[in-house]
């Protein structure tokens, strides 16, 4: 019984192995990465809140705006090593560089310009499939709020 | 030793039918030609006979109910848990049984893995890390809001040349 038990007991423990090391391999090399932009314009002339801003409307919350209007979706996929510019709303641009993919955090080094001047220069980990919010700039009398999310491929 | 010594052995093992099917043949016919045997034999069926007699008269003044009572009293008495336990944890150490703990080691141990990289409860904690900032010059507010376990940065502009209406950036910027 041990010897007709042993052969397939052995084959299941190196297809396991093998699984593992197969699931390990492709979730710890990424590809790229895939970044949306979500350009909003908060504002406190009305109440209004773009029903498009639903999944994020409680992330807006602590800002206490009253009104949020999304201007501008956009998405693009960076490989590690290269850089993607985003235009945002303004005549500005959002320069996105990915650093590193480690424990599920995505580093990002993060460039907001206003024309040629620099705005903020930060470098941040977001959660693999998460976000940061990055606000402030004025824009159209209220004030602009990025939504900038990351995704490993 | 003659043949009639070597039959006369073997008589008690024929009675009983413990020969081979030859040898109890060959006995059986020796002994139907030999009167010496056949006496022998009759003496040989007589003993069993009385032996017989007396077993079954002492048999029958056993008292085998309470033999059976304690047997049945064994088979459906309650073990402590702690037997079943024991035996439990015993029959898991059979061989073919402890071959698969090994595969089911290596299952534990990947869910683990999973567990510890999708954290239970599917509440993936959204905090980003800031590593550094540079905002050349300008203010900036770093906010770490629990409930939704978002990180805002928030950078105050220059009213001086940069806001397209200073006025209502300043109104509106700092809410948290």
């Given at each position: 019984?041990w010897?007709?038990?042993?052969?397939p007991?052995?084959?299941?423990?190196?297809?396991?192995?093998?699984?593992a090391?197969?699931?390990?391999?492709?979730?710890?090399?990424?590809?790229?990465?895939?970044?949306?932009?979500?350009?909003?314009?908060?504002?406190?002339?009305?109440?209004?809140?773009?029903?498009?801003?639903k999944?994020?409307?409680?992330q807006?919350?602590?800002?206490?705006?009253?009104?949020?209007?999304?201007l501008?979706?956009e998405?693009?996929?960076?490989?590690w090593?290269?850089?993607?510019v985003?235009?945002?709303?303004?005549?500005r641009?959002?320069?996105?560089?990915?650093?590193?993919f480690?424990?599920?955090?995505?580093?990002?080094k993060?460039?907001?310009?206003?024309g040629?001047?620099?705005l903020i220069?930060?470098?941040?980990?977001?959660?693999?499939?998460g976000?940061?919010?990055?606000?402030?700039?004025?824009h159209?009398?209220?004030?602009?709020?990025?939504?900038i999310?990351?995704?490993?491929? | 030793?003659?043949?009639?010594?070597?039959?006369?052995?073997?008589?008690?093992?024929?009675?009983?039918?413990?020969?081979?099917?030859?040898?109890s043949?060959?006995?059986?016919?020796?002994?139907?030609?030999c009167?010496?045997?056949?006496?022998?034999?009759?003496r040989?069926?007589?003993?069993?006979?009385?032996?017989?007699n007396?077993?079954?008269?002492?048999?029958?003044?056993?008292?085998?109910a309470?033999f059976?009572?304690?047997?049945?009293?064994?088979?459906?008495?309650?073990?402590?848990?702690?037997?079943?336990?024991?035996?439990?944890a015993?029959?898991?150490?059979?061989?073919?049984?402890?071959?698969?703990?090994v595969p089911?080691?290596?299952?534990?141990?990947?869910?683990?893995?999973?567990?510890?990289?999708?954290?239970?409860?599917?509440?993936?904690?959204?905090?980003?890390?800031?590593?550094?900032?540079?905002?050349?010059?300008?203010?900036?507010?770093?906010?770490?809001?629990?409930?939704?376990?978002?990180?805002?940065?928030w950078?105050?502009?220059?009213?001086?040349?940069?806001?397209?209406?200073?006025e209502?950036?300043t109104k509106?910027?700092?809410a948290?």
């Amino acid at each position: 019984m041990w010897k007709k038990l042993r052969n397939p007991v052995l084959l299941f423990s190196l297809a396991l192995v093998s699984a593992a090391s197969w699931l390990h391999a492709a979730d710890s090399a990424p590809q790229s990465v895939q970044v949306t932009v979500r350009s909003i314009l908060a504002g406190s002339k009305s109440d209004e809140f773009d029903p498009k801003l639903k999944s994020l409307e409680q992330q807006l919350k602590p800002l206490k705006h009253r009104s949020y209007r999304a201007l501008k979706d956009e998405t693009q996929t960076i490989s590690w090593q290269g850089s993607k510019v985003f235009e945002i709303p303004g005549g500005r641009s959002l320069t996105i560089v990915p650093q590193e993919f480690q424990n599920d955090r995505i580093g990002l080094k993060i460039r907001l310009t206003q024309g040629d001047k620099p705005l903020i220069d930060t470098t941040v980990k977001i959660a693999n499939k998460g976000n940061i919010i990055l606000g402030g700039p004025a824009h159209e009398g209220g004030s602009l709020v990025l939504s900038i999310s990351a995704a490993s491929q | 030793m003659n043949q009639c010594e070597t039959i006369r052995e073997s008589i008690g093992r024929w009675l009983d039918g413990e020969l081979q099917t030859a040898d109890s043949e060959a006995v059986r016919r020796h002994v139907e030609g030999c009167p010496d045997c056949a006496a022998a034999r009759q003496r040989l069926e007589k003993i069993q006979g009385m032996l017989g007699n007396l077993l079954t008269a002492e048999a029958s003044q056993l008292e085998f109910a309470p033999f059976w009572r304690e047997v049945r009293r064994r088979i459906e008495e309650k073990r402590p848990w702690y037997e079943e336990l024991i035996e439990w944890a015993q029959s898991l150490l059979i061989a073919p049984r402890l071959a698969w703990t090994v595969p089911a080691a290596i299952m534990v141990l990947l869910g683990l893995l999973s567990l510890a990289k999708w954290p239970v409860g599917g509440q993936v904690s959204n905090y980003a890390s800031v590593e550094s900032i540079d905002t050349h010059g300008r203010n900036v507010a770093l906010l770490r809001e629990d409930k939704t376990k978002t990180t805002i940065i928030w950078l105050y502009q220059d009213p001086e040349g940069e806001s397209e209406n200073v006025e209502e950036a300043t109104k509106s910027g700092p809410a948290f």
